[in-house]
């Protein structure tokens, strides 16, 4: 897709990152319409607790979108408990292939502690080879900045939101409030 086709990808960066037997997912707070920012505090980054197994979840894209996609992988972890990898495989399905939500326009980057995944409309349910994950127009900034400090002492929380930091200096679309999520393995 290209940006045209996509005008909610600009919009956000969320970072997924798992070390030392946690996973931190933090999203930053701009919502931007075009070229103005709308709101500087918004919450891309939520924990869902379907049957009391606890998942994270960040978005970036259209909010309303991304809400329908979080709905739908609740419903998924539902029928599928303590199961994330194959509840993202069968949103991931049902994405591709039902018509409706063919049009959403978002990305999740999701974790129950174990996994860290992103999921995308083109059907594709990827888990990071480098244990860092990130999307957004910032996604880039982001996941290089992370992964440039794995190696560190750092935990996987100054990790992501050192990274961060570092992507709202350079993306106009990212900003410095942040949203962080952390769940253990």
């Not at 049902?94 to 063919?102: I, P």
Request: glycine share 12%; hydrophobic share 40%.
């Amino acid at each position: 897709m290209s940006q045209g086709d996509f005008p909610g990808w600009h919009g956000t960066t969320i970072i997924g990152v798992k070390k030392n037997g946690k996973v931190v997912i933090a999203g930053d707070g701009q919502v931007s319409l075009g070229q103005t920012v709308i709101k500087g505090t918004a919450r891309k980054v939520r924990r869902l607790s379907p049957g009391g197994f606890d998942v994270i979840a960040g978005f970036a894209g259209s909010t309303a979108d991304a809400f329908t996609l979080l709905e739908r992988l609740e419903a998924k972890l539902e029928a599928t408990p303590g199961q994330l990898p194959r509840a993202a495989v069968e949103l991931a399905k049902d994405w591709r292939t039902d018509k409706y939500l063919q049009k959403l326009e978002a990305m999740l980057i999701v974790t129950d502690g174990t996994h860290l995944m992103v999921i995308t409309g083109a059907g594709d349910v990827l888990e990071p080879e480098h244990n860092v994950a990130a999307i957004g127009s910032g996604g880039n900034y982001a996941l290089a900045a992370a992964r440039g400090m794995m190696d560190t002492k750092k935990g996987a929380d100054t990790i992501a939101r050192d990274a961060m930091a570092i992507a709202a200096d350079i993306c106009v679309y990212t900003n410095g409030n942040l949203t962080v999520e952390e769940i253990s393995e």
